[in-house]
């Protein structure tokens, strides 16, 4: 086998699309855990802007956007919530 063939060969896996799923060592609770403190900290940086907001020290137009972001991470976990139940409620239909 050519050596060059190697080379390209290991140069296109290193480049491929960011879109791909990682594959990798890291666990599904690893990635769920890691999903839940984005979440939480997603929520904390709102109610700090929107503190800041209420006594005057934050800008209107970050105060929109901090919760423009916390209104897309709750129904990004009301959706994976929902997916869930239904997951659970298909499989109880299952016969034994």
Not at 8 to 25: F, M, V
Not at 78 to 83: D, E, I, L, S
Request: proline content about 4%.
């Amino acid at each position: 086998m050519d050596i060059r063939a190697i080379q390209a060969a290991g140069k296109y896996a290193e480049s491929r699309p960011a879109t791909e799923p990682q594959t990798g060592a890291e666990s599904a609770g690893a990635r769920f855990q890691t999903m839940a403190q984005d979440f939480a900290a997603t929520l904390r940086d709102t109610e700090a802007t929107a503190q800041a907001a209420m006594v005057g020290d934050a800008d209107p137009h970050a105060l929109v956007q901090a919760l423009a972001q916390t209104e897309l991470a709750v129904e990004t976990a009301v959706t994976v919530r929902n997916k869930v139940v239904e997951a659970y409620q298909e499989i109880l239909r299952m016969p034994v």
